[in-house]
């Protein structure tokens, strides 16, 4: 896909979600790499499917659906199953994201608390927005927002 085939509203588009969908794909993937991919294929998918929005929310939920949903798809692949990844044993290479002890206590938390705690304070979506990004009931976003901020205190309290 050439420059040439984008309109200016496309790149509107881009320049709008491009952060929040690479710190989404960074979130759940804790590498930098993976990160580049997926947020590459999220705009790819988008040029090619070419969906109508029926508003900013529902427009902002689109990319973060495919977002997760490749996130998942590069989990369930042969390569990943298989591969032990250096950054898993302290070879991160994203400097500024390295010195926020926070982000990095994120990061050891199971992926559906991942992925709340990020939509809640990061992305700043309401609970019910998020269920309906997960496809799931506003109790359940509750309570994993809940068990993951146990988890948080918890990790944090040990680290002391």
């Known amino acids: 896909m050439s420059q040439e085939s984008l309109c200016a509203d496309d ?7 491009s952060d929040m969908v690479y710190r989404m794909a960074y979130s ?9 991919d997926i947020h590459q294929e999220v705009f790819i998918q988008y040029m090619r499917k070419r969906p109508s929005f029926e508003s900013i929310e529902h427009e902002k939920a689109w990319f973060l659906r495919v977002t997760i949903n490749l996130c998942k798809n590069n989990w369930k692949t042969a390569w990943k199953r298989k591969v032990v990844s250096l950054m898993d044993e302290g070879y991160e290479e994203v400097v500024e994201l390295q ?44 309570t994993w ?10 990790i944090l309290e040990e680290d002391l």
């Open 11 to 17: 790149w509107e588009i881009i320049k709008k979600y």
């Open 99 to 142: 010195t926020d002890e926070l982000i990095d206590t994120v990061k050891q938390l199971p992926q559906k608390y991942r992925m709340v705690i990020h939509l809640f304070y990061y992305e700043e979506l309401s609970i019910q927005e998020i269920a309906g990004i997960l496809n799931t009931k506003p109790s359940n976003v509750r």
């Open 28 to 36: 759940l993937l804790k590498n930098k790499y993976d990160a580049e």
């Open 145 to 154: 927002l809940t068990r993951a901020r146990a988890k948080l205190k918890q």
